[in-house]
């Protein structure tokens, strides 16, 4: 009888850490969801921002269509950024409740509650200052461009001085400004979570992103993008680790799937994640199998990320349809090249990730053959 009990207790204690292990699976493909959308996203707000209804460029002078184009900007970074830190309960909209609203162009939505702000790009921090400072903005947050935040605060504030002796009411709101004056959108609560910084001109600004957007046809990809998912990857690792220990058994599952991917056959993300069924969860018991599972969704994920990359420079060279069906037939198969020539960014991911000192370590672990 003791004996079936420990049977009993064993298969109940490896049911549980198999279920832990699916769960955080599942929440893990869900956090990554969400970070996937939210760039998709991004993309597609700001190509919006610039286009009619009927699918047409508008006609608006590029001041008017950068400033479009920077509210979109702060709401789809702010999204992204929020994702990255798997915070999927802050999220910024354009959508305020009324259309063309006269106070705000952007609404920031947290468990604690809800507030707005309005967007101004103008050409210099004085015309700024002034277009964000009539008394109806006093209620809400106001953005402008990085590259204007001191000008704007300056010129608010003497502005307010001017206006103190016979007009209070109007130095009231100017200062208003000066103090309000920022670069971001902000979840204002203790997560921390900002949109990044637009400048008005330069590279990387709001006019950078409305003229790329009318070349290509399509919105620009966030920025930043390498710097989340370096970020999101590392969250999602701390996540897994807190339920138990990092074992070289974690490591060697992995190293077997990254073999696996690197192969130059053809490659799906279905099929990453049935070896990952074969391996990780053969070769692991009780709580590494979340972090051996975080991995290998992170190591799909490098995998679509090299494919879209694959893709993108088929598309850039191809010069007619012949060039450009051989260029995805042949996908499938450079996959695991892709990821090959990335070896060394996948290694300092991890190591950082896992807060390992030795990446020579990670290297052996992970089964990689240096060329």
């Known amino acids: 009888m003791p004996i079936k009990e420990n049977d009993d207790s064993k298969h109940k204690s490896e049911s549980v850490d198999f279920g832990f292990s699916v769960a955080i699976g599942g929440f893990n493909q869900l956090q990554g969801d969400a970070l996937n959308s939210a760039l998709a996203s991004y993309k597609t707000r700001i190509i919006d921002s ?21 509210e979109a900007h702060h709401v789809g970074s702010f999204n992204i950024e929020a994702a990255a830190k798997g915070q999927l309960n802050h999220t ?40 964000l400072s009539p008394k109806k903005y006093d209620t809400v947050g106001k953005v402008v461009p990085s590259d204007q935040v001191e000008g704007v605060k300056k010129a608010a504030s003497r502005r307010a001085d001017k206006a103190e002796g016979n007009r209070p009411e109007v130095a009231e709101s100017y200062k208003d400004t000066a103090a309000k004056a920022t670069d971001k959108i902000s979840s204002n609560d203790g997560k ?96 590494a199998r979340a972090v051996a599972v975080t991995s290998v969704q992170h190591l799909g994920q490098l995998m679509a990320d090299a494919a879209a990359e694959a893709a ?14 051989a260029g995805a037939s042949s996908l499938g198969g450079t996959i695991g090249q892709q990821l090959t020539k990335g070896r060394s960014r996948l290694i300092r991911s991890v190591t950082l990730n896992l807060g390992l000192n030795n990446p020579a370590g990670v290297e052996t672990l992970l089964k990689v053959t240096v060329n």
């Open 50 to 70: 610039i286009t009619t209804k009927s699918g047409d460029l508008t006609r608006q002078s590029i001041d008017i269509q950068q400033g479009l184009a920077a």
């Open 92 to 131: 910024a909209t354009l959508d305020v409740g009324r259309v063309n609203d006269p106070v705000a162009d952007i609404r920031v939505h947290t468990p604690d509650g809800s507030h707005d702000y309005q967007v101004k790009f103008y050409k210099d921090g004085d015309s700024t200052a002034g277009a």
């Open 192 to 287: 921390n979570i900002q949109s990044t910084s637009l400048e008005r001109k330069g590279q990387g600004s709001a006019e950078e992103l409305t003229k790329e957007a009318k070349k290509n046809g399509e919105g620009p990809n966030y920025r930043d993008t390498a710097r989340v998912r370096a970020e999101f990857n590392s969250m999602q690792y701390r996540n897994a680790a807190q339920s138990g220990a990092l074992t070289g058994a974690s490591f060697a599952a992995v190293g077997e799937l990254y073999s696996f991917m690197t192969s130059n056959e053809p490659m799906t993300k279905e099929r990453c994640m049935e070896a990952a069924q074969d391996i990780v969860f053969s070769a692991l018991k009780g709580s």
């Open 312 to 325: 993108a420079k088929t598309a850039a060279k191809a010069a007619g349809g012949a060039a450009a069906k």
